[in-house]
């Protein structure tokens, strides 16, 4: 960490942006790919960030450290040759393996690389990452500050200015942005494509905005000082720089934003640079780097809490209040516990039953608003740093809304636990826009989510204990209207006091030689009330577990039998589609196999009605069934 602005180290870092510029023209064109102009551009900034802020090379995920996030990540090049050339990694492995299958060093930031705290890529998501560090540090009661590199064009984003809201609410003082101005974007100048009045913008939220020359290393040192030192506020930097800087002909050329320069550009570049045109070397370099992905970089830590003992309900309620109820347990539990946890809600914590949390223990309860995408972004965050986080949602927003989020804390492979209520027909009466079907076919494709529906409030309050204890992205997805409880056949709740969740397995809640029922969520009591009236005829499986089938089971209660699947989900991707895909894999053969889920918008109305409408009723089920018998 720089300590004092003096001459000598203001000229070493001015040299190293020389050399740094190089770099990115070499390790762009040796990869045929990248963006060398908004590189050049930030190439200062990224030399004084990461020589200012408290990160040291030989121990750059020091739990202590400060935290850095690129939010523009496309600019990877100029942040590797930083990198490189302050000792945290080879730079003559990110020249020669920029952007190749084999290399750590992606087309854009990678979280796990040494100094990068946040997989980027999509433009607007790094600020509420930082955000989420902040609030983490704050949580933690740890010192460290938390500095994050952006763009202009980016500063259009709503999520930019949902997450500039929440420093300020927070009195985030420990953070810190500085904004690359040099208004160049894909299309041409930034002010022409979206005009954005960043200053004020910031201004008004309540942040203090420090104007610097972007290519002065002494300027950007002073007001990273200045910023550090201000524990009221927090500080955007806004940078002016020149895309392209450092090269004449590339300089205010947005024709370099994404393009590396040609044999005959390069050499001139580097003749300007006076740098050693040696690019030769990293090609053969490159061309021995072997036909194989790269390590997975999965940075995550122990989860220390204090998981108390569950509650059994015997009278109907709904899965939200058990869930609540969990929740304020663990939370309580762990007020003083090594790995803190806590609570995110976006204005609904009364409907979510997050309010239990908010009223007991209202300093492990964060309220974003109306913020859903830059909620999901703090809450991953907050979650990788530390901290075990309950973001709680419908299923609508929490889901459907933040899909991008999610699968970008997925990349990240953060410690999420994702609640959403208020999921299926079993909305109701909200109609169309709030019947969230999508609760596990979207997440299938954020690559790194558990899913978890449970069957009951007993199911739930053991699920929730579950995904709390373990590392991991979780999704767990529920309605919103009381249930009954699961019984076994002699009455005793069948997830009650003996019962323990196991992540993957299948509850064989009935037995019969015919026909399986298999379904998860709100719809399983249905199944269970309608395989009554068929005793010995009918099996009835709890999946509550879609993405991690338990093969043994199903080839027991499937194979050979009539299968029925019923959702409330959507029909074309939900469990039924997964299901099926599984049994054909494992050579599993029911000798009929149908599917009762839902197959357009669906209408308004109180839940069992649509229940009946939509065929998912017990009395709809059964009739399905005694045909399926027949």
């Known amino acids: 960490m720089v300590k004092k602005f003096d001459k000598e180290t203001v000229r070493r870092l001015k040299e190293l942006a020389r050399v740094c510029r190089g770099d990115v023209l070499k390790m762009t064109y040796v990869a045929n790919s990248g963006h060398p102009g908004g590189s050049m551009s930030s190439m200062e900034i990224f030399l004084s960030i990461y020589s200012f802020a408290n990160v ?19 600019t990877s ?45 999509n433009l607007g998501q790094g600020l509420a990452a930082g955000v989420g560090f902040a609030l983490a540090a704050k949580i933690k009661e740890q010192d460290y500050h938390v500095f994050v590199a952006m763009s202009d064009a980016e500063q259009a984003k709503g999520q930019v200015a949902e997450a500039r809201r929440i420093a300020k609410k927070y009195g985030l003082s420990n953070i810190t942005v500085v904004i690359d101005y040099n208004d160049a974007q894909i299309s041409g100048r930034a002010r022409d494509i979206m005009h954005v009045n960043i200053k004020e913008n910031y201004l008004s939220d309540g942040w203090r905005v420090i104007e610097v020359d972007g290519h002065d290393i002494e300027q950007l040192l002073y007001a990273l000082k200045e910023a550090v030192e201000d524990k009221v506020n927090p500080v955007a930097i806004l940078a002016h720089t020149v895309m392209g800087k450092g090269v004449s002909f590339m300089e205010n050329n947005v024709s370099y934003h994404g393009k590396p320069l040609t044999k005959e550009e390069l050499g001139k570049a580097l003749a300007e640079l006076g740098i050693e045109n040696d690019v030769d070397k990293y090609i053969e370099l490159r061309k021995q780097l072997p036909l194989l992905k790269h390590e997975p970089l999965k940075l995550e830590y122990e989860v220390k809490i204090n998981v108390p003992t569950a509650r059994t309900y015997t009278e109907k309620t709904d899965n939200r209040s058990a869930f609540g109820k969990a929740l304020l347990d663990i939370v309580k539990a762990n007020k003083n516990s090594e790995t803190p946890v806590v609570v995110v809600d976006c204005d609904l914590a009364s409907s979510v039953r997050t309010d239990m949390v908010m009223k007991e223990v209202p300093e492990r309860f964060v309220q974003i608003g ?3 995408h830059a909620a999901a972004t703090v809450s991953g965050a907050m979650s990788a740093d530390g901290v075990v986080t309950f973001f709680a949602d419908f299923g609508v927003f929490g889901v459907s809304e933040t899909y991008n989020q999610h699968r970008l804390n997925a990349i990240n492979h953060t410690n999420l636990k994702v609640v959403v209520t208020h999921c299926g027909l079993n909305v109701g009466e909200d109609g169309k826009t709030h019947h969230g079907l999508d609760y596990v076919s979207a997440p299938a494709n954020w690559l790194g989510y558990k899913v978890i529906v449970p069957a009951d409030p007993n199911q739930t309050d053991r699920v929730v204990r579950y995904a709390a204890s373990v590392y991991g992205n979780f999704l767990i997805a529920m309605g919103r209207a009381k249930q009954s409880i699961i019984k076994r056949e ?19 809640l009935r037995e019969g ?22 005793k010995g005829k009918v099996s009835v499986l709890n999946v509550s577990c879609p993405f991690d089938l338990d093969e043994a089971t199903l080839r027991k209660y499937c194979d050979g039998k009539k299968v029925l699947v019923v959702e409330d989900h959507a029909a074309p991707l939900g469990l039924a589609a997964l299901l099926a ?50």
């Not at 090049?77 to 945290?88: N, T």
């Not at 990694?89 to 393996?97: F, L, P, R, S």
Request: aromatic fraction near 12%.
């Open 56 to 74: 040291d090379p030989k121990n750059p995920f020091d739990p202590l450290r400060d935290r850095i996030v690129i939010s523009h990540g496309h």
């Open 581 to 630: 895909k599984f049994m054909m894999q494992k050579k599993i053969f029911p000798s009929h196999f149908e599917q009762i889920a839902i197959e357009e918008h669906a209408v308004s109305g109180p839940y069992e009605a649509l229940y009946e409408l939509y065929g998912l009723s017990a009395k709809k089920i059964a009739e399905k069934v005694a045909a399926l018998l027949s």
């Open 513 to 534: 030689a015919e026909v399986t029922l298999l379904g998860c969520g709100a719809i399983v009591e249905n199944l269970v009330a309608a395989a009554d009236n068929f």
């Open 490 to 508: 002699d009455g005793k709740p069948f997830f009650g006091d003996d019962y323990t969740f196991e992540y993957g397995k299948i509850d064989v």
């Open 370 to 372: 109306v913020q859903e």
């Open 77 to 121: 090049p100029g942040v590797y040759a930083v990198l490189g050339r302050l000792g945290f990694v080879d730079i003559d492995q990110v020249i020669a393996g920029f952007r190749h299958h084999s290399s750590i060093f992606e087309g854009h930031v990678t979280r796990g690389i040494p100094g990068i705290d946040w997989s980027t890529g």
